[in-house]
């Protein structure tokens, strides 16, 4: 079946400027996860979707970062006013519930901030 | 999170059974253990996970220490394409509140699988 897919595969944008980064989870997969992998940092956690609840955005890097899942399926995660310690990869996951073992990741999206 | 230790990197043949160590000394008691790996270029992967007892899938097997203060990835051929870095993480699924639903990455290790 389909798994985590995410769009674009690169891009690579001008200090200063807005990007959005999409990601369509697993048809029924309730909960969706954004997580970010820089040289200097490792695999991070960013922010977590499940159903309607809030989400916990207690992983983003600053008020710059957003992130937003519509209708309990695509997300998209908004970053402004990019700064080059931004560049990174952003990886999104989903998995069947909260407490389910397996998450699935997406191929990731990789930011270039010139 | 509790906290896990893994070598750096490790170096493996084709063909041969590789054993992929962690160590996670406060471990609680209703800490699970994950195994994930991510190949060059490609988001994670999950491998395999386990509570107490030892498991097996297709993908490898997993043993966990009687005492739960460390556990070994088992890869029993190793192949070219299982060359990617392993990450063990400790995650308690087993309550609804708190945060441990998200996956707290350490650096894993980096298996480099020789032909």
């Known amino acids: 079946g389909a798994g985590v897919s995410q769009s674009p595969s690169n891009k690579v944008t001008e200090k200063g400027k807005d990007v959005e980064l999409r990601c369509d989870p697993i048809?029924?997969?309730?909960?969706l996860y954004w997580y970010r992998q820089s040289l200097g940092q490792g695999l991070e956690f960013l922010i977590y979707f499940q159903g309607n609840s809030a989400p916990d955005k207690s992983g983003l890097p600053s008020d710059r970062f957003s992130a937003e899942r519509t209708g309990g399926s695509v997300s998209t995660l908004t970053i402004q006013r990019t700064q080059q310690e931004d560049s990174a990869v952003y990886l999104c996951?989903?998995?069947?519930?909260?407490?389910?073992?397996?998450?699935?990741f997406g191929p990731g999206t990789r930011l270039t901030v010139t | 999170d509790a906290k896990t230790t893994q070598p750096n990197s490790m170096e493996s043949n084709e063909e041969e059974p590789v054993h992929l160590p962690c160590n996670h000394s406060t471990i609680s008691g209703t800490d699970y253990i994950h195994w994930y790996r991510q190949l060059p270029s490609q988001g994670p992967e999950y491998v395999i996970h386990g509570l107490t007892s030892n498991v097996n899938n297709r993908m490898a097997s997993l043993a966990i220490a009687e005492d739960r203060k460390s556990s070994t990835l088992i890869l029993h051929r190793a192949t070219l394409r299982d060359a990617a870095v392993y990450y063990c993480i400790l995650r308690d699924v087993s309550h609804s509140g708190g945060s441990n639903y998200k996956l707290t990455f350490g650096k894993g290790t980096l298996l480099t699988v020789n032909p």
């Open positions: 048809s029924g997969h309730t909960a």
């Open positions: 996951a989903s998995s069947l519930e909260r407490a389910s073992h397996e998450q699935y």
